[in-house]
Structures are given as C-alpha cells and as structure tokens.
C-alpha cells in the first residue's frame, strides 16, 4: 500500500470485503462508516493461538480452569428429541404450512401482536415436556459440581439446563418458566398457560379488561425485537474477565447477541468449539472438536477419567478421529467445510440503524450498552456482503494496520475532504498533516 489518495470502495475491498451489487450506486462518504465498521472487525479479530492444538490440550485446560463459560445451542438438545430451528429439519424448515413471510416471523414480536394465533397453534411443539437432559447437559452439570463452571450461558429454550441441575446459568433467550401479558407486563408462572398451549387457543390476560384485543400472554422466550433478559447483561459483564476457558457446544453462533459472546472475551483465553460442523463465518476456534457432542462430551471423560451420571463411558476405547488439519478433529457425523469464504450480513448492522460505534464494542470498553441490546434476526436484511475469513496468517495484514492507523489519526479529516478520498501518509515521519 503506498501512500496517496483512496477511495472508500478500494480501501474496503484491502480488507477482502465483496460489496453487493446493491451498493454500486453509492457514494464514496456514503461508503465510509460501512469502512470504519469493517475497520473495527478487523481491529477486534481474534488469532487462535499456536500452542493450543489438540485434545489433549483440551483436558489440560478443563483440569487446570476454573472458570468455564460453555455457551450452548440447540445441538446439545438434538439427541433428547428436541428439534433445533436452523438444520435441514429444525424448526425453521417445517413452518411452511403457516403462511409466513419467512420462517423467522413465527418468533418476531411485531408479528406475534397482529397474529397471534400463529404462535399459538405452534407452540406445543416447543414446550418442553417429558425431555431428558442428555450426557452434554450432564457434562456441564458436572463441570459446575467440580468448581469450574463460571456460567453456561445457553441459547435454548427447553429448560434442560434445570433439569440437569445446572444453577450456574442463563438463558439468554428465556424460556417457558413465566408467561408475560405483552399489554400490562402482568407475569404467570408458565403451567398457567400449559393448556392453552396445548389446546392451541391464545391465552388472555387475566388482570385485563376482556374486550381488549392485545391483552394477551406470551411466554417470556425472547422473540426477535426483544431485548434479552437482564440477567445477560449483568452476568457477562463480570465474566468475560473472569473467565480462563471458553467451550461453545451445539450451536451455529449465528443469532446476535449471544454469538458475539466469542469476540468479547479476552483474545488469549483459549477458545474450543464441540459442535457437529465447523464455522466458517467466525475466527478459528483454538481445537475443533466435531461430531455429536454427547460422544465427544463421553470421549472428554474417558480421557478425563470423570464419571457421568447414567452415562456409560468405555474407558478402554478411544473414539475415532481423523483430523482435518492439526487442531481440527473430525470424529462420526462432522461436517467440516474448508471453504474460506462466508457469507455475513454485516452491512445489516447499518441499516438496522446500529451505529458503526456499537460495533467497535470490545472486551476492552466498560460501558455496560446491553441494554440497547436486541435480539437480532440475522436474515430481515436482505443484503449480504462477502468476507473472505481466511484462517492463515494474511500477508497483507501489515498493510491493513496501517490503514487503519492511518485513518484513526485522521479520523476528524476523512468526512471532510471535498472529494471524500482518504488520504494515507506517511506516519513514521513528522509531516502528517492532512492537507485538503
Ligand atoms: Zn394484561
């Protein structure tokens, strides 16, 4: 990169960023703010780090934490026979017959107060009912009973977590515990809806007057719009620097906030991923560990030699693997995708009004902002941009550093320039002003 004029577009595409067609059209100031958000990912991106490649690193950090996180999804709850929302057959590929915009809508909130019906002659499909905690739950439950677990923070809704005993833990995306009536706030314990559920009917408010439309009870799982619990906020604020080992189980990281847990952590504390495939739209976990996270989950406690409650763990077998690469194993049912690029709707961030300011959020700043925190529905824009999410050592990363520099230490000049080019100087030497 050498020093000069440049406009937005080039300097977007140094950090291998693809724009969608639908931005052609802009201008290069309008192009400036999507430029400081990508800017900012690239500052906040974490390495995984060198020496932590194997399982067997993998029982040395569970021996020597003390402060886990396990962030969970539905992938730990598939094998108890609930269905999960994002696989070929979840949740979301079954909502056909509902006549809706998109599958997502079944959970949006705006959707819910117009129709509420819709909701209500799906729900019993997820009310959690005569389900069984699974060796995955169990794992965690022991990793709390051993003084290691600093919070399971899990995504599900299915209250398997208190089932297994789990008290150190938060459900980020509420559950069926408590209903709420979305008109007064009045809250009910879940049983008192249970039959409406099941019956299929929309249960009304019980303080409200009876002739209002929207006096209705909704169970408090978090719908898109909805801002998480603030248990979340509160929790994760203290933990992220507590915590010495995170374990991501079951889950596709693909719903905001709670996928952005990974990148708020401290970057040196190691990163593993148990998950049945890998993640191409997220920096590289430290050791992959994929497959049906109940065997892997078995596999950790034979080489742990931890015992499991009414799990049954063959301590002479080992489980088999091949590996993808050094830090990537493979064992039955793993899906491994070696494709670099994904596809990430960052630049929705921009035009759900987000501010490119939130987005330069790290594990550094101290400002809790979670409470304008809403649970984000990754696919309401329509807009996808490309980043190539290359997993080696990028050559052009010192170039990228120095844009960045660049541009911080001119951040006033940039929108100001009377052809909205940004100028990169020479920063090693004195005369850096910025002449317009
Ligand atoms: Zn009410």
């Known amino acids: 990169m050498k020093y000069g004029y440049y406009s937005a577009r080039s300097l977007i595409s140094l950090f291998d960023v693809e724009l969608p067609p639908q931005l052609d059209t802009y201008k290069n100031f309008e192009l400036i703010p999507l430029l400081k958000i990508i800017m900012a990912r690239f500052n906040r991106r974490r390495q995984k780090l060198k020496n932590i490649n194997t399982i067997d690193d993998v029982i040395n950090l569970i021996k020597n934490s003390n402060n886990i996180i396990v962030l969970t999804g539905a992938g730990v709850s598939v ?8 696989s070929e057959n979840g949740v979301y590929s079954r909502l056909d ?18 129709c509420p019906q819709t909701f209500y002659s799906f729900a019993h499909e997820l009310y959690p009912s005569n389900y069984e905690p699974s060796p995955s739950h169990k794992f965690i439950k022991l990793l709390e009973d051993k003084g290691k677990l600093l919070r399971n923070y899990t995504q599900n809704i299915d209250t398997l ?8 833990m938060v459900q980020c995306h509420g559950s069926f515990a408590t209903a709420s009536c979305i008109r007064c706030g009045y809250k009910v314990p879940g049983n008192y809806i249970e039959e409406s559920i099941f019956k299929k009917e929309v249960p009304s408010c019980p303080v409200c007057p009876k002739d209002l439309d929207d006096a209705i009870l909704k169970p408090n799982i978090i719908f898109f719009g909805e801002k998480l619990p603030d248990e979340f906020g509160k929790y994760f604020q203290k933990d992220r620097e507590k915590c010495d080992l995170l374990i991501v189980m079951g889950s596709s990281l693909k719903v905001s906030p709670v996928a952005d847990i990974i990148g708020k952590i401290p970057h040196h504390i190691p990163q593993i991923l148990i998950n049945l495939e890998s993640l191409t739209h997220v920096p590289p976990f430290d050791v992959q560990l994929l497959g049906y996270s109940d065997n892997i989950i078995k596999e950790l406690c034979r080489k742990l030699d931890w015992e499991l409650e009414d799990v049954n763990i063959n301590k002479n077998e080992e489980l088999k693997y091949t590996l993808a690469k050094p830090s990537v194993y493979l064992f039955e049912g793993a899906k491994y995708n ?10 929705s961030a921009l035009f759900a009004g987000i501010d490119s300011d939130s987005d330069s959020d790290d594990f550094r700043t101290d400002n809790n902002n979670n409470e304008n925190v809403t649970h984000h529905n990754p696919n309401t ?9 290359t997993d080696e ?23 100001h320039d009377s052809k909205n080019n940004i100028i990169l100087n020479d920063n090693s030497s004195n005369s850096s002003d910025v002449n317009n």
């Open 381 to 389: 824009n329509p807009i996808i941009i490309e980043i190539n999410n």
């Open 79 to 86: 094998s108890c026979g609930i269905p999960d929302f994002r």
């Open 97 to 114: 017959e509902f006549d809706l915009d998109e599958p997502q809508q079944m959970f949006d909130l705006e959707y819910f107060k117009i």
């Open 338 to 347: 070696e494709k670099k690029t994904s596809k990430v709707s960052l630049i």
């Open 161 to 168: 977590e208190q089932k297994a005993g789990i008290t150190r």
């Open 393 to 415: 050592d990028d050559d052009n990363d010192d170039d990228k550093e120095k844009v960045i520099r660049n541009i911080d230490q001119h951040k006033e000049n940039i929108n």
